[in-house]
C-alpha cells in the first residue's frame, strides 16, 4: 500500500465509532514509527548539489593560497640581508618540502621584496592531508612589509597545480588595517582582488573574480581568519565566476566566514568552521545557503546546503573528481 492511501485509511478508521481511543493510540504508535504522514524531506536536486560542490572546490584551492602565502612571508627575513633565504624553520606540512627563497628585499627595514614559492615537479604531498601540490607561488610586495598599512603584496601563480587542479591567475593584497598589541597578538585586514582560471584533468574549467576582506588575528592561543564581503563600494559580491559545469555564480557572505588554524592543520581542506554564504547560480537563477554551522565548530569538512525548505549535508572536496 503507498503510503499516502495508508495516511488516508488511518484518518478514516480513527474517525470511526469502534476505533476506541485505546485502540487508536497503539495503531498510530506502531505506525508512525515506521511511516510520516507528513510531507516528505525536500532534498536539493542533484545538479543543485554540484554547483554548491563545484563552489567549494574553487573557493578551498584558491583561498589556500594566501594562507600559503602568509606562512611563508612570516617565517621572517633575515634583517640587513638584501638576498636570503627565511630565518625560521616552516613547520606547517603543506610548506615543509617546498623550496622559498627570498630576493631583491629592502635591506633596511625590508618595505618591498620578492618571495618564491616552488614546489617540485614531482609534487609536494602535505605530511596529513594527502594533498598534492606541484609549481610556483611569486609574491612582490611594495608600499612596507607585507603586514604594513597600505602596504601591497601581489601573487602570482606559475604552472601551479593542486590535487591535478592546475590554477593560473593573480592574487593582490593590501594591507587596510594593521594593529599591534604585543608579539602575541596583532591583526591584519587585507583588501583582496584575485582573478582565476581553473582547469580540471578533463578539460573542463571555471573562472573567478574575488573581491572581498580577510582579517586575521594572531595570537599565542589560536589564529583566527575571518572573510567578509567587500565594502558596498568596491563590489555587491565577495566572488563571481562560471564554474566547470558552465554554471555563472555569485556568492555573497551573509555571517562572516571564520577559519581556524588549528582546523587547516588537521582538516584536508581550507574552508570555514562556521559562518554562512549565499551563491547565487545566475544561470538557473537559484539562490542557495551555504552554512557552515555556528560558534560551536568541528573540523569535520561538513557544510550544509540550504534551498529553500530542502536541505543536504555535503562533505567539502578539493580535488579533481567528479561533482
Known amino acids: 500500500m503507498h503510503q499516502k492511501a495508508l495516511c488516508r485509511g488511518l484518518r478514516n478508521m480513527k474517525n470511526r465509532p469502534f476505533f476506541n481511543v485505546f485502540n487508536s493510540s497503539i495503531?498510530?504508535?506502531?505506525?508512525?514509527?515506521?511511516?510520516?504522514?507528513?510531507?516528505?524531506?525536500?532534498?536539493p536536486a542533484v545538479d543543485k548539489q554540484q554547483t554548491a560542490t563545484n563552489d567549494g572546490v574553487i573557493s578551498i584551492l584558491t583561498d589556500e593560497i594566501d594562507d600559503l602565502v602568509s606562512i611563508a612571508l612570516n617565517t621572517s627575513v633575515p634583517s640587513g640581508t638584501a638576498n636570503n633565504g627565511r630565518m625560521d624553520v616552516v613547520t606547517d606540512d603543506r610548506l615543509t618540502c617546498a623550496s622559498i627563497v627570498f630576493s631583491d628585499v629592502d635591506p633596511v627595514d625590508r618595505a618591498f621584496g620578492k618571495m618564491t614559492i616552488t614546489f617540485p615537479s614531482t609534487g609536494c604531498v602535505d605530511g596529513i592531508k594527502g594533498n598534492v601540490r606541484k609549481g610556483t607561488i611569486s609574491v612582490t610586495w611594495t608600499g612596507g612589509r607585507w603586514y604594513r598599512e597600505g602596504a601591497t603584496h601581489t601573487i602570482t601563480l606559475d604552472n601551479y597545480i593542486a590535487n591535478d587542479i592546475a590554477i593560473t591567475g593573480t592574487r593582490s593584497l593590501t594591507v587596510a588595517s594593521y594593529t599591534y598589541t604585543s608579539t602575541t597578538f596583532y591583526t591584519v585586514i587585507w583588501d583582496i582582488v584575485a582573478n582565476h582560471k581553473l582547469t580540471w584533468p578533463d578539460g573542463t574549467s571555471a573562472t573567478l573574480s574575488?573581491?572581498?576582506?580577510?582579517?586575521?588575528?594572531?595570537?599565542?592561543?589560536?589564529?583566527?581568519?575571518?572573510?567578509?564581503?567587500?565594502p558596498a563600494t568596491v563590489s555587491s559580491y565577495s566572488a563571481q565566476g562560471t564554474n566547470r559545469h558552465g554554471k555563472t555564480f555569485n556568492v555573497t557572505i551573509t555571517t562572516p566566514l571564520v577559519y581556524f588554524y588549528s582546523c587547516v592543520r588537521v582538516s584536508k581542506n581550507y574552508m570555514p568552521v562556521y559562518g554562512a554564504k549565499t551563491l547565487t547560480n545566475v544561470t538557473d537563477n537559484v539562490a542557495m545557503s551555504i552554512n557552515y554551522g555556528s560558534a560551536s565548530y568541528a573540523c569535520d569538512n561538513v557544510y550544509t546546503l540550504i534551498i529553500g525548505s530542502g536541505s543536504i549535508a555535503l562533505h567539502a572536496k578539493n580535488n579533481s573528481s567528479d561533482d
Open 210 to 230: 574575488v573581491t572581498n576582506t580577510k582579517q586575521w588575528d594572531h595570537s599565542s592561543g589560536q589564529e583566527t581568519y575571518t572573510y567578509s564581503n567587500p
Open 27 to 43: 495503531l498510530f504508535f506502531a505506525l508512525t514509527v515506521v511511516f510520516s504522514c507528513g510531507p516528505a524531506p525536500i532534498t
